[in-house]
């Protein structure tokens, strides 16, 4: 399984950003999904997840309310939706694919896709 993400970019504070996740597989509802990032000098933590059917949702405290994490197994992507961004939100996003029923700790994940730089000024 390939995982490619894209949309990051740089974004004034209080901006909004739509990354995806478009898997190389015959059906990404096989697979629980989540979004991690990882911050210069700091540790990669996870951000968010959706269960395969998309009826499920999970999310770091600090990003609850401000961004969203919906799924169109149709199209075999997974989305990020940021709003309110904040300059700590800057880091590398990626996402990853879980044959579990969760993707949201690094022990849930077998697949991990390159990441995309979101940047957020101030």
């Known amino acids: 399984v390939q995982l490619q993400a894209s949309g990051g970019g740089l974004v004034q504070a209080g901006g909004s950003l739509r990354l995806s996740c478009v898997a190389s597989v015959r059906t990404i509802s096989s697979y629980a999904m989540g979004w991690f990032r990882q911050a210069p000098g700091k540790e990669r933590e996870f951000v968010a997840a959706?269960?395969?059917?998309?009826?499920?949702?999970y999310y770091t405290d600090s990003v609850k309310g401000r961004f969203t994490i919906p799924r169109e197994n149709a199209k075999n992507t997974v989305y990020l939706q940021m709003s309110s961004l904040k300059p700590e939100d800057t880091a590398v996003y990626s996402c990853?694919?879980?044959?579990?029923?969760?993707?949201?700790?690094?022990?849930?994940?077998?697949?991990w896709g390159k990441g995309t730089l979101v940047t957020v000024s101030s």
């Open positions: 990853a694919a879980s044959s579990s029923s969760y993707a949201r700790t690094s022990s849930d994940i077998d697949y």
């Open positions: 959706v269960s395969r059917t998309g009826s499920t949702t």
